[in-house]
């Protein structure tokens, strides 16, 4: 029977309560900056069965994958998808970040500041190169626009936005390239995949020579990887859409890789929430383009994914939450104090973990 609280509300089960996912972090930590090269980053190694640790080089990960296994990266690409203007009929300072394009220049976009920017209102940037117009309030305060301009949207885009940095990163980005995996391909994303901002084409060379084969899926990022879990029981959270494509030549190879007993490793959760979506109970992965909102917390079963790399995530996000249901909670947790006391940086510009 379900113990209860003093106020005779059932007690959240361990491993089900954000709480159970905070952790200590000094501010000191959270990486401001890219590594000067991707691949310097610092390794921390998680060994699932025995929970041991080991401190590598990013480099280094090369030393852990074998012939036959395969590497599944994200491609999509981030956009400069923040936008600084001004109202046009007061001239007061507006923001706009692009989250989805829903059709043609319709978006659907995050504000500042929300209150003054109703359905009817127009948001000028760059001297009037682009205008925005609110069409819509969406449920989650979200805004639909349409954008009017000259030209090839991407090229005004190019110009005039910025690239969407998290919020937890106040230092300005000098060379907006290092928000991007150097195998960035299909424009989409409002936040990088940040485990593959680690690799090099040298070292992806190096992979490929080793005799590990390499696929690439889509899943664009949306910024509801940074929206905090608001409710006590995790099971409670609502997650956010994203879309994702598996094309039939990803999913032959990764299919091929199970059926033959070898390691599939994901890198990021972003590749791993894209492959468990495309896999049916059978295990096997169907190509095909989709939206998914899956969550995975503790309790999952994975499907698809043998081996994870990926950064140091948020205290109570979703995404500490995948990682535990991979390699356990208490084993996380254990790795992430471990970090902290050998002062590893955290979250985009971070170091990675590998866990196998």
Known sequence: MMMQNNNNIPAVPAGYSTADYAFDLPKELIAQDPYARRDEARLLCLRRESGALE???????????????????????????RLLGAKADTGAAAELLLLKRRSGDVWETLVRPGKKLRPGARVVFGD????????????????????????IFEEVLDQLGEMPLPPYITHRLENPAMYNTVY??????????????????????????????????????????????????????????????????????????????????????TSCRTVESAAGEDGMVRAGADNTSIFIYPGYRFRVMDG????????????????????GREAVLNAYRTAVEQRYHFFSFGDAMLIL
């Open 128 to 151: 009037g190169r682009l205008t925005a117009e609110i069409l819509d309030v969406m449920e989650e305060g979200n805004r639909l626009a349409r954008f009017q301009y000259e030209g």
């Open 184 to 269: 960035a391909k299909y424009d989409g994303s409002a936040a990088a995949p940040t485990a593959g901002l680690h690799f090099t084409e040298e070292l992806l060379d190096r992979i490929r020579a080793k005799g590990v084969n390499i696929v690439y899926v889509t899943l664009h990022v949306g910024l509801g990887t940074f929206r905090p879990v608001k409710v006590d029981d995790v099971r409670e959270h609502h997650m956010h859409t994203e879309w994702y494509k598996v094309a039939p030549e990803a999913a032959g190879l990764i299919n091929r890789t199970r059926a033959a007993g070898r390691r599939v490793i994901c890198v990021g959760t």
């Open 55 to 81: 401190h590598r080089i990013f480099r280094d990960v090369i030393d852990y994958l074998n012939p036959g296994e395969t590497l599944v990266l994200n491609n999509t690409r981030v956009i400069p998808a």
């Open 308 to 327: 994870l790399i990926t950064n140091f995530h948020l205290p109570e996000s979703t995404l500490i939450m995948l990682v535990s249901a991979f390699a």
